[in-house]
């Protein structure tokens, strides 16, 4: 299988997917949605569960400057780093192999315009997700964006104390939350 960057300088290139079948892409529509919701230019991208990078890697063909991406597979991380020098983007970007509540020592210091996360879908990570960044709220700049993809029928009661949830797009099954630092 093979994804197509839907927009950008690098629309209509195919990267290649990670060799697991438990990994579950962010579909295309969703991805041009957030690519006209929101503008990229010029800013550092931190995405969590990031499979195969591709919103990563549609960020940096909108103008992204860097990002960074988490994943805890090693087949992810391979991934990644063969479709970054596909790209010839290996510049810009920086992979983490590690569970997104340990890679905060990995990250110290940095702080992000744009946080993404696709977790695994109704495994309650969204809940855990959403208490790491409240909690290590210094990773993303003010008025910086947090942005959850997750299944709609997932559940969660947190309600984080450092990020204001702005809006719930939803796209058929998908829901994307997005939250902002005030």
């Given at each position: 299988?093979?994804?197509?960057i839907e927009s950008?300088?690098?629309?209509?290139?195919?990267?290649?997917?990670?060799?697991?079948?438990?990994?579950?892409?962010?579909?295309?529509?969703?991805?041009?949605?957030?690519?006209?919701?929101?503008?990229?230019?010029?800013?550092?991208?931190?995405?969590?569960?990031?499979?195969?990078?591709?919103?990563?890697?549609?960020?940096?063909?909108?103008?992204?400057?860097?990002?960074?991406?988490?994943?805890?597979?090693?087949?992810?991380?391979?991934?990644?780093?063969?479709?970054?020098?596909?790209?010839?983007?290996?510049?810009?970007?920086?992979?983490?192999?590690?569970?997104?509540?340990?890679?905060?020592?990995?990250?110290?210091?940095?702080?992000?315009?744009?946080?993404?996360?696709?977790?695994?879908?109704?495994?309650?990570?969204?809940?855990?997700?959403?208490?790491?960044?409240?909690?290590?709220?210094?990773?993303?700049?003010?008025?910086?964006?947090?942005?959850?993809?997750?299944?709609?029928?997932?559940?969660?009661?947190?309600?984080?104390?450092?990020?204001i949830r702005e809006?719930?797009?939803?796209?058929?099954?998908?829901?994307?939350?997005?939250?902002?630092?005030?």
């Amino acid at each position: 299988m093979a994804l197509k960057i839907e927009s950008g300088k690098f629309k209509n290139i195919t990267i290649e997917t990670v060799d697991d079948r438990r990994t579950r892409y962010t579909p295309a529509t969703l991805r041009r949605a957030l690519m006209s919701i929101f503008d990229f230019s010029g800013v550092n991208f931190l995405e969590f569960f990031a499979g195969s990078g591709i919103m990563s890697f549609e960020t940096l063909s909108n103008g992204a400057k860097s990002s960074t991406m988490i994943d805890i597979s090693s087949k992810a991380v391979h991934s990644i780093l063969k479709n970054a020098k596909s790209l010839g983007v290996l510049d810009n970007i920086k992979v983490i192999k590690s569970d997104f509540r340990k890679s905060i020592t990995k990250l110290s210091g940095e702080q992000f315009d744009y946080i993404f996360a696709d977790p695994p879908f109704n495994n309650r990570y969204v809940q855990g997700f959403l208490k790491f960044i409240d909690s290590n709220k210094s990773l993303i700049r003010r008025g910086g964006y947090i942005i959850i993809e997750k299944h709609k029928s997932e559940k969660f009661d947190y309600i984080p104390k450092n990020i204001i949830r702005e809006e719930v797009r939803d796209y058929g099954d998908i829901e994307i939350l997005i939250f902002i630092k005030p």
